[in-house]
């Protein structure tokens, strides 16, 4: 069975102080990881896709990478506009359906 | 682009009255949309898999008389709850697959508030 653990849970953050989001994966033969943002009450807006280790992706403060067991993303100097819940996913090669983790909280503060 | 919309961004029902929701991919096709729920602070919890022209795969503990999905086209997507219960109030949101090349990205609706009184 696919498994998907980010962690922290929460994050609270201090506007610029730099931080990693961590996805932790168990997939039987992974297609993709995907990486998602989530603001209260919008479904979830797409970041990133990484699809085999040692890929890396950014987007303005934002940098996706991935191995063989886990996901980071890194925040840069974040700002308060950075707040939301992000969330992970992997798509497993035997099918299109993403199996999520809990996400995480994400708080910065001016 | 990849665009997803659906439709009505929030409704309030009585309970035992059935609501219809859309959802459409805008600027692409989407054989495949897939229909989430979610609880406050919860993550997402897939509910079904949609496929045009085919009957929808529902997930374990899902009961697919309440929850009827029709694909019919390959922009749009239903989802009926039927004889609506306070416990079904939650917040639904509908993904569309898009592929390109091998590629399979789910791109995600802006979600709809369903309350049931």
């Known amino acids: 069975e696919d498994q998907v653990t980010q962690s922290p849970e929460a994050l609270r953050l201090q506007e610029g102080e730099s931080s990693s989001l961590n996805c932790s994966y168990t997939v039987s033969g992974l297609r993709g990881l995907f990486w998602y943002r989530q603001d209260p009450g919008k479904g979830p807006e797409f970041l990133f896709t990484l699809y085999s280790a040692g890929e890396e992706k950014e987007k303005e403060r934002l940098k996706a990478t991935l191995t063989k067991k886990e996901s980071f993303l890194h925040i840069t100097a974040p700002k308060p506009e950075d707040s939301a819940t992000y969330l992970c996913a992997v798509q497993a090669k035997a099918g299109n359906m993403l199996t999520f983790g809990g996400g995480t909280r994400l708080m910065v503060k001016p | 682009g990849a665009v997803v919309s659906q439709h009505p961004s929030w409704v309030i029902c009585k309970s035992g009255t059935s609501v219809k929701i859309e959802c459409r991919s805008l600027?692409?096709?989407?054989?495949?949309m897939f229909w989430y729920r979610q609880f406050p602070k919860q993550s997402l919890m897939l509910m079904a898999t949609?496929?045009?022209?085919?009957?929808?795969?529902?997930e374990q503990g899902v009961e697919k008389d309440k929850f009827l999905i029709n694909h019919a086209s390959l922009t749009l997507s239903t989802l009926t709850v039927t004889s609506a219960h306070p416990e079904d109030s939650s917040f639904y949101i509908c993904?569309?697959?898009?592929?390109?090349?091998?590629?399979?990205?789910?791109?995600f609706g802006p979600g709809t508030r369903l309350t049931v009184t």
């Open positions: 949609s496929n045009e022209g085919s009957k929808a795969t529902y």
């Open positions: 600027d692409f096709q989407a054989t495949t």
């Open positions: 993904s569309a697959l898009k592929g390109d090349r091998g590629i399979y990205e789910q791109y």
